[in-house]
């Protein structure tokens, strides 16, 4: 398993910053995916961005243009820079990072991070 280890959320108000990062541990495998999803109370859980190894990076139409994400792959970290927020952004923010080992494809998930955009 990747543990990965989300952090960075908070409140803020609307039209404010936030910068998430997501730190994975150090292993033999290969990251193939980081993305981000949030999930809204009551809400299905919603990709907001990822950054394909290699690849363009894509974001939900909602934050295109305010979101940016990143990825510092010495680190095997990811950040979403959240400029711009509105309520409804607000949402427990997932981590995910897409592994393998060559021969197999697995998921890893963060524990979450509340943000909240609230004046």
Same mark, same amino acid.
């Given at each position: ?7 960075? $959320?908070? =409140?803020?108000?609307? /039209?404010?910053?936030?910068?998430? +990062? ?10 193939? #995916?980081?993305?981000?999803? &949030? ?7 919603? =990709? #907001?961005?990822? +950054?394909?190894? /290699? $690849?363009? *990076? %894509? ?5 295109? $243009? ?6 510092? %792959? ?5 950040? =979403? ?8 952004? *607000? ?6 990072? &897409?592994?393998? %080992? $060559? =021969? ?5 998930? /963060? ?9």
């Amino acid at each position: 398993q990747v543990q990965l280890v989300e952090s960075g $959320g908070g =409140l803020v108000q609307p /039209g404010g910053s936030l910068r998430l +990062s997501c730190a994975a541990s150090r292993s033999i495998f290969s990251i193939v #995916v980081m993305s981000w999803y &949030r999930q809204a109370p009551g809400e299905q859980r919603e =990709l #907001v961005a990822e +950054s394909p190894t /290699g $690849g363009d *990076t %894509n974001y939900a139409d909602s934050v295109k $243009g305010r979101f940016t994400i990143s990825r510092d %792959n010495a680190k095997n970290t990811v950040y =979403l820079q959240m400029n711009s927020l509105k309520p409804e952004d *607000t949402a427990v923010y997932y981590c995910q990072v &897409r592994s393998t %080992n $060559g =021969l197999g494809y697995w998921d890893d998930w /963060g524990q979450g991070t509340q943000v909240t955009v609230s004046s």
